[in-house]
């Protein structure tokens, strides 16, 4: 990960938006006084990163004073990444919360986002892609702030457990976990099982208590079949008797319910019969009566046509009082229009007399308005000369201000022209300074290619001398082989001739040709053991110069970048300085003239005059309202006074002569003749009606006292007419009744019958009841006996599967008796003592030996230091694990405490630094920036000059370092310097 971009606002001290552009710095200085802000641009990365930072909280990282103005932290990080650039943006409002955003640049100056749903998820995606959590990047690629003694200083075993955490072993610490976990499980299943078997093993002991339950359950099933299958004959005799006696009861039920339906079809018949009695009684009272309803019938004919007489008299003369309303009301009309056109005359005599005083005093007020709309005339010309001349210099004021206007704009530009021209210059400043930087490190990096030119030749000639070495050895080993056998050969001979060279093999010949061939033996065996020891120093040679030839397409990438960084600074420059060169051939002159002329106002009195006459005009309007006002005062008086004579010509004329008139007429009702013409007619016609309201009620009382009578002689004439057939009826109604009866007579005999005979089957019948519950008790008692044989006899079965299950768990115990030993095997070995005591012991010489480089470095080969793992008891033999630091200069090995603050520094420096050289290494091109924020202060000029030099000589591990520090001394060490400055408006960064 190598940071290219760092962009801050409301964040720690930086309230205003800071820019910080890492591109073209491979070592830098980030200096600045205390509290200038410096760590907090390591805060900002880390934040960016990975949410943390040395602040509690979140909301303790937002500016103080923005926090005020609810203003949003934000940090924006931009890194390449494996040839692929990134950009993470994290923002947090006080008391809100934080927001994080992923990007992925998609080329032509676009991202493309990689945002998750969730903060924790993104959070999570970026850790995958850096392949690191926080702790891991900080031990890894930041030297902080009191932090450096951190591992120094700590106990044995802490520095263990530091290391442990640094190296990730501590994963292991997860897998010895799930490791006693699955260890658990199959103890809790061994467990289950060693239950599960005791259970069997038990309940096989009950076999032959099982045989004997099968046997004893058959024979109470046996005699229950037999007590039942008697019960089961008689129940069905006890049926079928059962079934007869149904069928006669069935019979007296059909009987009794037929002698019911007869008497009810009697005693129907029989009301029948004496509704038709009362009906023939009743028509034979009315017949009784014949002559003296026929009577009374003949006087309210004669009654009834009296009445219809007077009624249409009254429905005539009702007609006529009619007719004679509309000419009445026709009358009233007319006298009322009279009544009312007399008042309204009245009222116009009224008004003619106030006219007559409202005309003198109109002509007196029109004489007043006609000369003070003179007067106002005369005003509203003086105004109009003077608004005139307004407008003409008003124009002319405009016109020069306009100008002046365009002159400011112009002015304004080139002003802000000069500000970015002065921009410009310090831009220029510093491209300078990036294309000298950029031009030393194509020098530094031309040199390294050079150099490893020449390593690759080298390992040209290693490799080829440790190929030729490689492939003798294997011949070299087959005459060692071929040599070995002969000895062998000849140890074996005991006498006759030597099998070597065919001479008689004496003592002396055996011991001589044995000299002789273990000599050239042990030449062949030194050449071997020589030739396998050059290859394994060639071997090392080889890696060694691989190590360093594998940094060529880094370092071919990295001339390559700056390359393009040169050609882009001096395009820039060229670009700049065109710019320059032309504002000062143009722009900075025609700037000086604007100043120049804008710096006096000859408009003053210009402005006064517009003031002045505008002033003036501004009463014009006013004026004109009231001149307005007046000319329509002056209309109204004068249409006003015409309407007064016209009024008064008027009445003068008719008014007096109408309202004589109209009076004369009310007083002799000289009005509505054709209405009283014919209202006198109808009178007449009325006096010859002759209706007399008196005997039209006499006869309609008459009337209503013989209402009743046709009703009666209505039913005289019905009675006459049903007499007959009633007769007739009651005869056949008597027949029927007779017949009904002896029908009954005959059910009643036949329904006794049958009761006495049911009565006799009844009695002779058994208890069909008890011997059904007999056989149901039966039945149950068979069902459950079966039951019984049935559970006795499958419990007996289940024993066969249970001997079957029996040895399949014996077989499951023993496999997860073995389970259990190799998961405490693999327990032990996840432990502290295991795989991660052995990584700790793998990555410890390589620590030690980087510690000691650096250390050789910054002591001048004075100090060195060792680890140490184990240590001899004290109590008894044997050994115990620990983390030991052991430092040596030239006086011998020391306590750390005995060291000076400087030595302690350096020792801590090295060790740290060795830590995170391992981790880089180990993370592969992941971590390729190193932060050193840490005590300079500690150490003496020479020591702080060895610490710049072991810095120097480390660069080439890491693509990025910075290196922050308040030591004024120290800026001019390094190639770039980054200055942090403290102002009013917060921190703000600048690179030099």
């Not at 467990?191 to 359950?217: F, G, K, N, P, S």
């Not at 000369?371 to 003409?392: G, P």
């Not at 530009?413 to 220029?428: D, F, G, P, S």
């Not at 408009?603 to 005059?609: D, I, K, W």
């Amino acid at each position: 990960m190598i940071p290219t971009r760092l962009e801050i606002s409301n964040f720690l001290s930086y309230r205003e938006t800071a820019v910080l552009q890492f591109d073209g710095i491979h070592l830098a200085c980030i200096s600045g006084a205390n509290g200038a802000g410096k760590s907090s641009i390591l805060d900002g990365i880390t934040w960016a990163l990975f949410g943390q930072s040395r602040s509690r909280s979140d909301d303790d990282l937002v500016n103080r004073l923005s926090a005020i103005d609810d203003k949003t932290a934000e940090v924006q990080l931009e890194f390449e990444l494996e040839g692929t650039m990134y950009r993470v943006t994290r923002s947090k409002r006080k008391g809100k919360t934080t927001q994080l955003d992923l990007q992925i640049a998609a080329g032509d100056d676009a991202w493309k986002t990689l945002t998750e749903g969730k903060l924790r998820e993104t959070q999570t995606a970026i850790e995958q892609l850096l392949r690191m959590n926080y702790d891991t990047f900080i031990n890894a690629s930041f030297l902080l702030q009191g932090k450096a003694d951190e591992f120094t200083t700590k106990t044995p075993n802490r520095r263990k457990e530091i290391l442990a955490d640094l190296l990730g072993v501590s994963i292991w610490d997860q897998y010895r976990e799930l490791a006693a976990n699955r260890r658990k499980e199959e103890e809790r299943q061994l467990d289950l099982l060693d239950h599960q078997i005791q259970e069997i093993e038990a309940e096989l002991d009950q076999e032959e208590e099982r045989q004997t339950a099968v046997t004893e359950a058959q024979a109470v099933l046996e005699a229950i079949a037999e007590r039942l299958a008697d019960k089961e004959a008689l129940l069905q005799q006890l049926r079928r008797a059962e079934t007869a006696v149904q069928q006669h009861k069935q019979l007296v039920e059909t009987l009794a319910t037929n002698l019911n339906r007869g008497k009810a079809q009697l005693e129907s018949l029989q009301r029948s019969q004496m509704q038709r009695q009362q009906e023939r009684d009743g028509y034979s009272a009315i017949l009784a009566d014949a002559e003296t309803i026929t009577k009374q019938h003949e006087a309210w004919q004669e009654a009834d046509a009296t009445f219809q007489s007077w009624q249409d008299k009254a429905d005539e003369f009702n007609k006529l009082e009619q007719s004679k309303r509309p000419y009445e009301v026709a009358i009233a009309e007319e006298k009322s229009r009279l009544t009312q056109q007399a008042e309204a005359l009245q009222a116009q005599a009224k008004r003619a007399e106030a006219a007559a005083d409202e005309q003198e005093k109109l002509e007196a007020e029109l004489a007043s308005a006609k000369a003070a709309l003179a007067e106002l005339e005369m005003k509203l010309e003086t105004l109009n000369k003077q608004e005139a001349e307004w407008h003409e210099l008003r124009s002319e004021l405009q016109k020069q201000e306009s100008e002046r206007e365009s002159q400011t704009r112009e002015l304004n530009r080139l002003q802000n022209q000069a500000k970015r021209i002065a921009a410009l210059r310090q831009e220029e400043t510093a491209v300078s300074q990036n294309l000298q930087t950029a031009q030393q490190q194509i020098t530094d990096l031309t040199a390294q290619l050079a150099d490893l030119s020449q390593k690759e030749q080298e390992l040209g000639t290693v490799s080829a001398e440790k190929v030729g070495l490689e492939s003798s050895q294997p011949a070299l080993k087959e005459q060692m082989n071929r040599l070995k056998a002969r000895i062998e050969q000849l140890e074996a001979e005991t006498g006759g001739s030597c099998p070597l060279c065919g001479q008689e093999l004496t003592v002396e010949h055996r011991s001589q040709v044995m000299a002789e061939l273990q000599t050239e033996g042990n030449g062949m065996g030194e050449r071997f053991r020589s030739n396998k020891q050059t290859i394994e120093t060639l071997a090392g040679q080889i890696a060694e110069l691989d190590r360093v030839i594998i940094q060529r397409p880094q370092l071919e990438k990295s001339l390559q970048t700056q390359q393009t960084r040169q050609a882009q600074a001096q395009a820039r420059l060229d670009e700049i300085s065109q710019t320059l060169a032309e504002w000062e051939a143009g722009e900075a002159t025609q700037l000086a003239e604007l100043e120049a002329a804008l710096a006096e106002d000859n408009l003053t009195e210009l402005r006064e005059q517009v003031i002045e006459l505008g002033t003036a005009v501004q009463n014009k309007p006013a004026l004109e309202n009231e001149r307005r006002q007046q000319e329509q005062r002056l209309a109204n008086d004068e249409a006003r006074l015409a309407e007064l004579n016209r009024f008064m010509a008027d009445w003068a004329e008719s008014g007096q002569e109408q309202l004589a008139t109209v009076q004369q007429q009310l007083e002799s009702e000289d009005f509505a003749a054709e209405a009283r013409a014919a209202l006198t007619g109808l009178n007449a016609e009325l006096s010859e009606l002759g209706y007399d309201s008196d005997a039209h009620a006499a006869a309609r009382k008459a009337r209503q006292a013989l209402a009743e009578v046709p009703e009666q002689f209505q039913k005289l004439r019905q009675a006459e007419a049903a007499v007959k057939p009633l007769e007739d009826a009651l005869a056949e109604g008597s027949k029927r009744i007779a017949e009904q009866e002896e029908s009954l007579a005959e059910l009643t005999e036949q329904h006794e019958t049958a009761v006495a005979e049911l009565a006799q089957m009844t009695a002779d019948g058994g208890d069909l009841r008890g011997v059904e519950k007999e056989v149901f008790a039966l039945r149950e008692e068979q069902i459950a006996a079966n039951q019984k044989v049935a559970v006795a006899q499958n419990r007996l079965e289940v024993l066969g599967d249970q001997r079957q299950r029996q040895k399949e768990l014996a077989e499951q115990r023993t496999a997860v008796t073995q389970q259990i030993q190799r998961l405490k095997l693999l327990e032990k070995a996840c432990g502290k003592s295991g795989v991660q005591a052995l990584l700790i012991e793998q990555a410890l010489p390589e620590i030690e030996e980087r510690a000691n480089e650096l250390l050789d470095r910054l002591t001048g080969g004075e100090m060195t230091v060792s680890f140490a793992t184990q240590r001899e008891l004290k109590s008894r033999d044997g050994l115990a694990e620990t983390l030991d630091i052991h430092i040596r200069d030239h006086a011998g090995e020391r306590p750390y405490d005995n060291y000076s603050g400087g030595e302690q520094f350096r020792v801590n420096f090295a060790i740290r630094l060795a830590l995170s050289q391992l981790l880089a290494k180990r993370a592969g091109a992941r971590l390729q920036t190193l932060v050193i924020d840490e005590g300079f202060g500690s150490q003496d000029p020479n020591g702080r000059q060895r610490l710049v030099e072991a810095i120097n000589t480390i660069q080439n591990d890491f693509q990025r370092i910075l290196v922050i520090t308040h030591i004024d001394e120290l800026r001019d060490a390094f190639p770039n310097r980054i200055e942090v400055r403290k102002t009013t408006s917060g921190s703000q960064i600048a690179l030099s």
